[in-house]
């Protein structure tokens, strides 16, 4: 083997170590970035089990005190996803209901949480 030849292969050896290393320091940020977040979904109805749709559902992180909100679907569904691990609370409002607030949810690393909510009508 040559002097170029061998200086040849010791750059190949490198390119690919790079290679490699740039490889797994990019899948493992990805990996990171999965692990610290949650979902919460449910189904909101109305006391005789009847989907209560347009419902606001509002959920608060009580650690830093950011706001979301949505509204339910036509089945009354509605999911809050990726939302990130923390203390949260949970309201379900909607026009002639009671509204109705869920506290101290906690979310862990990976939690998929199943909230349902049942409104009752107001008198």
Do not use: W
């Amino acid at each position: 083997m040559t002097i170029i030849q061998s200086r040849q292969k010791k750059q190949s050896l490198m390119y690919a170590f790079l290679f490699a290393l740039a490889f797994c320091f990019a899948f493992s940020c990805m990996a990171v970035a999965q692990f610290d977040q949650a979902s919460i979904s449910g189904v909101v109805q109305d006391t005789t089990g009847a989907a209560i749709s347009n419902a606001v559902m509002t959920l608060t992180n009580l650690d830093n005190g950011f706001v979301m909100k949505i509204k339910t679907d036509k089945k009354g569904g509605y999911q809050f996803s990726p939302i990130k691990i923390g203390h949260y609370s949970l309201s379900a409002a909607a026009p002639n209901f009671v509204k109705m607030t869920m506290l101290n949810i906690y979310l862990h690393l990976e939690d998929k949480q199943d909230i349902p909510f049942v409104l009752k009508p107001m008198q």
